[in-house]
């Protein structure tokens, strides 16, 4: 610097030139900063920059039943929606057994039968008597198993036991109208066996088989010896 004759020196102001490029220095300076200020921030929620918050989130496994884990995702509400196709209606039971059962059958009763005693066969120490129902309806009906029959005297007291069943029941018989269907007495013949033999009968009287009412018709002098009464299951025809 220069100094002046005998005084203090002086300050030698800066020029205009120079003060321009501070000026300009300093603008570039903080235009930097600002800049860097702007690339650490964070990107707006929506911006392209954003993270995807369904891409960050967690992703947790579904616990199976004994401990187990599933790593695969649940399936979607929309598959357990899923209606199935309704199923065919199916034949109740009662259908079923309405369909299977058997027609029901025709029982002869009292009072569409007629009962009557055939002719005795005597052999080999042997009686045999055909007891004859006769269908007297105007359809067709049903005889199954044994008759009961038991023997009467004049007064109309029982004699003896009823008589036993013997041999196996047998098929159902069918009586069309007019038809017949027969069951047979047995008995020893006189003198075969030391019992003695039961009073002579004068009727007998007679539950078709499926029936609790009785008919009668003449014994034509039946006589039980031997202790042997037995009756068998009736079977088509009027006579063996």
């Given at each position: 610097?220069?100094?002046r004759?005998?005084?203090a020196?002086?300050?030698r ?9 501070l ?19 964070p ?41 199935k ?8 039971v009662a259908?079923e ?15 569409r ?7 005795a066969?005597?052999?080999?120490g042997?009686?045999y008597v ?12 049903t005889l ?19 008589a036993?069943?013997?041999g ?18 047995h ?28 008919m ?6 039946f ?5 042997v ?9 009027s006579?063996?």
């Open positions: 610097m220069a100094q004759n005998g005084g020196p002086t300050r102001r800066p020029s205009a030139l120079s003060v321009s490029a000026l300009v220095g300093a603008l570039a300076t903080v235009t930097a900063c600002g800049a860097d200020t702007k690339s650490g921030a990107a707006p929620p929506g911006s392209a920059d954003a993270p995807s918050s369904a891409a960050s989130a967690p992703r947790h496994p579904t616990a199976l039943p004994g401990g187990g884990r599933d790593d695969k995702a649940a399936p979607a509400s929309t598959d357990r929606a899923a209606t196709a309704p199923k065919a209606a199916e034949p109740s259908t057994a309405a369909s299977a059962a058997p027609a029901a059958r025709r029982i002869c009763s009292k009072d039968l007629n009962l009557s005693t055939g002719r066969d005597i052999g080999a042997n009686v055909p007891l004859a129902f006769t269908n007297t309806g105007d359809a067709s009906c199954t198993g044994f008759p009961g029959v038991s023997l009467l005297d004049g007064p109309g007291t029982a004699i003896g036991e009823p036993k069943r013997r196996a029941a047998g098929p159902t018989v069918v009586l069309k109208p007019g038809g017949s269907a027969y069951a047979s007495l008995t020893l013949n006189k003198g075969v066996s030391d019992k003695p033999c039961w009073r002579t009968a004068s009727e007998i009287r007679v539950y078709p088989p499926d029936s609790y009412r009785s009668k018709t003449s014994a034509r002098s006589q039980v010896c031997g202790g009464f037995e009756v068998t299951a009736v079977e088509p025809g006579r063996p």
